[in-house]
């Protein structure tokens, strides 16, 4: 019976020959077997402890284990002495630097007949695949999208300094259509990786349901089976885009293993076919991985009469989440104290926010993106600014400050004539003979100060004839004004004041002096 097992519908003709009492020789050549084949399987026969009726009554599986019950080499003494070593040789590989080839050469120096290298590594494999069988899952459409980065990288020349800049490449797929999506990026960091994840998904057209990473730091702070430590930043993108993350178990290839099969096929149908182009800019690149990923798209799968792209278009993509309208944009999250001049430092650009200044010395949350900074203190929103660059520079808006604050900042000619237009208008002409002065701002400013400070203090009508005798006199000062409320000099008629000198020669007059 040496050479391929016979079929087991064959065997049954050769049983029911031989209870109908036909001889071995005519059974073979009805059969067109030889006799030796025929004696082997009628000794399996008598061996057995199966009456003919009930084998003829078997399934060809069934039947078949009866006269091939199994591979005689795993009755080989060599495989007992090999079997009490798999599990030791399992976890050794597991370990650093270990190969199969030196457990082999371990095993050989124990077991001198022992097994060849090319049967050693056979039977450690089947040991493995018996242990750790894999599950085939049903997958929905629009439910997941596998993400991971590829192990090797692709690149491009820069134009100006002639560097080749290696980039990581982010693949993605669908599992239901198994639809691919892949574009080169600078590095594996959170900003490029969420931007890469978003290109995606504008790519794709919309959103599914779960988005499995892989354990990498941009996607997961911490790893674990049963409750993995989420990257805040991803968060807030799911949350943004509506999907839940479910990443891949750490040391569990085979929960990724859809998207590391994408990988490969990339490598073959992206990788390979431009490996002998130049290119001169990131942009460049990814139009022609793109092109060569729609390729690979349209390609007909395997023992599949339709290829991914159609199978996308027309189950798949409708059922997707819609996109929000606005692009994704990556929160950074920092504390800090409140200063005494009410600002708070971003030390990312070392640039100064302010917040109201009743929450001196509180501790404030800072929520930044690229564009916009909030600042958020026990749980309400008290500051929004747009985000600014320039280091050592202050961003402060007016209705957080002090009363007194505001007014140091509102000083202005402009500023100081309106408030006095609102006491009076003689109040307003004599501020805008102070702003005539040559005097350094500042200067005026103190004198408008201490003129507003008597004012608030003096009866409004005493007040302004004291304006009135400063506009006569033309003394537009502080001091002056402040002199004549003291010497009570506004009960004065107003007549006395004016009477003429006597005319005289020697008199000069007023004229004279201007």
């Known amino acids: 019976m040496a050479g391929k097992p016979k079929r087991m519908s064959q065997i049954k003709q050769l049983l029911r020959l031989h209870k109908q009492g036909q001889k071995i020789k005519a059974i073979a050549r009805n059969l067109s077997i030889s006799k030796n084949t025929v004696k082997s399987y009628l000794y ?16 060809d599986p069934v039947l078949e284990a009866v006269f091939h019950p199994g591979n005689p080499a795993y009755k080989d003494t060599r495989f007992e002495d090999l079997k009490s070593n798999l599990d030791y040789c399992e ?22 007949g022992g097994y060849s290298l090319s049967q050693f590594c056979f039977h450690l494999s089947q040991h493995s695949l018996n242990k750790n069988p894999s599950l085939h899952l049903e997958h929905k459409a629009a439910e997941k999208l596998y993400v991971d980065f590829a192990g090797k990288k692709l690149s491009y020349v820069d134009v100006e300094t002639g560097e080749i800049i290696e980039c990581q490449v982010f693949v993605a ?15 594996q960091k959170t900003a490029d990786f969420l ?9 794709l057209g919309g959103t599914p349901k779960v988005l499995v990473p892989d354990n990498l730091k941009s996607a997961v702070v911490k790893a674990d089976n049963y409750e993995p430590s989420i990257n805040l930043a991803l968060e807030d993108f799911a949350n943004h885009y509506n999907i839940s993350v479910v990443p891949a178990r750490a040391a569990k290839p085979k929960d990724k293993a859809l998207v590391e099969n994408q990988v490969k096929l990339i490598y073959n149908r992206v ?36 290829c991914r792209e159609e199978c996308f278009l027309s189950e798949e993509k409708h059922l997707l989440g819609p996109l929000p309208k606005e692009n994704f944009e990556i929160k950074y999250y920092r504390e800090y104290k409140v200063a005494s001049n009410n600002h708070i430092c971003l030390t990312q650009d070392k640039h100064y926010y302010s917040v109201p200044y009743q929450y001196l010395g509180q501790q404030a949350k800072a929520i930044y993106t690229r564009t916009v900074v909030r600042i958020y203190i026990s749980g309400k929103q008290v500051a929004v600014h747009p985000r600014d660059y320039r280091k050592g520079k202050y961003s402060t808006t007016k209705e957080h400050l002090c009363s007194t604050h505001k007014h140091y900042l509102d000083r202005s000619p402009d500023y100081y004539k309106n408030r006095a237009m609102r006491v009076d208008n003689v109040f307003y002409q004599l501020i805008e003979k102070v702003f005539q002065q040559k005097k350094y701002p500042e200067q005026l400013y103190k004198s408008c100060d201490g003129l507003f400070s008597l004012q608030r203090k003096t009866e409004k009508e005493t007040f302004i004839k004291a304006c009135l005798k400063a506009l006569t006199y033309e003394k537009y000062t502080y001091g002056f004004i402040l002199n004549i409320l003291k010497n009570r000099m506004t009960e004065t008629e107003e007549t006395q004041l004016k009477i003429p000198l006597p005319e005289h020669p020697n008199i000069r007059g007023k004229s004279y002096y201007k």
């Not at 399996?44 to 078997?58: E, Q």
């Not at 050794?92 to 120096?109: C, D, N």
């Not at 931007?195 to 790519?203: F, N, P, S, W």
Request: charged share 30%; proline share 1%; glycine share 2%.
């Open 44 to 59: 399996k026969y008598n061996s057995s402890k199966f009456n003919i009726d009930t084998l003829l009554s078997m399934e």
């Open 91 to 112: 976890k050794e590989l597991k370990r650093i630097g270990v190969t199969k080839k030196l457990l082999w050469e371990e095993y050989r120096q124990k077991y001198t």
């Open 173 to 187: 797929c669908l599992p239901y259509s198994d639809y691919s999506f892949c574009i080169a990026v600078r590095s």
């Open 195 to 203: 931007y890469a994840l978003e290109c995606c998904l504008r790519a």
């Open 271 to 306: 990788y390979a076919k431009l490996r002998n182009r130049h290119f001169f800019s990131l942009h460049q690149l990814n139009e022609a991985i793109r092109e060569k990923v729609k390729e690979h798209n349209q390609t007909r799968m395997q023992q599949k009469d339709y």
